[in-house]
């Protein structure tokens, strides 16, 4: 029996797939609520830092904008962008989802990793097993 032989039930990888998607845009949105604060919050400062020194030569205004900027930028990649562009492997999603949902006893994380596992058969358990769980996971999918 190889992995190919030990789907992820079709039911099961959709709610996955809209748990990852909803996980990657919540991600986003937050991420661009602290990137803006970010910036809001070093904006504020520079201005503040700007009116108590009040510099007369155009270099270090200059050079504090650039900062804001960079580190503005920094703030964005990090919370924005790297979540953007990850993407969670399907044995995650369903361990977060199993966490999420006691009542599916693992059911989810168990048939996402034997999906993505490449131990022999001997080491994965009977096949009416995995059916079972299988069956069983599907069954639940409405939790």
Not at 48 to 69: E, G, H, K, N, Q
Not at 84 to 105: K, N
């Amino acid at each position: 029996m190889s992995a190919a032989q030990i789907p992820v039930p079709q039911a099961v990888s959709r709610k996955l797939n809209a748990v990852s998607g909803r996980r990657r845009w919540v991600s986003i949105l937050a991420g661009t609520s602290l990137a803006t604060a970010l910036c809001c919050g070093l904006l504020l400062a520079a201005m503040l830092l700007d009116w108590l020194t009040t510099p007369f030569d155009s270099a270090p205004r200059i050079a504090l904008t650039a900062t804001v900027l960079l580190a503005g930028v920094a703030g964005w990649i990090y919370w924005v962008l790297r979540p953007a562009l990850e993407r969670l492997s399907i044995p995650l999603t369903a361990g977060l989802v199993d966490s999420a949902v006691p009542e599916l006893e693992e059911r989810w994380t168990t048939i996402a990793d034997l999906s993505q596992t490449s131990d022999p058969p001997e080491m994965r358990g009977s096949s009416a097993m995995i059916g079972q769980v299988a069956h069983e996971a599907e069954a639940m999918q409405h939790l």
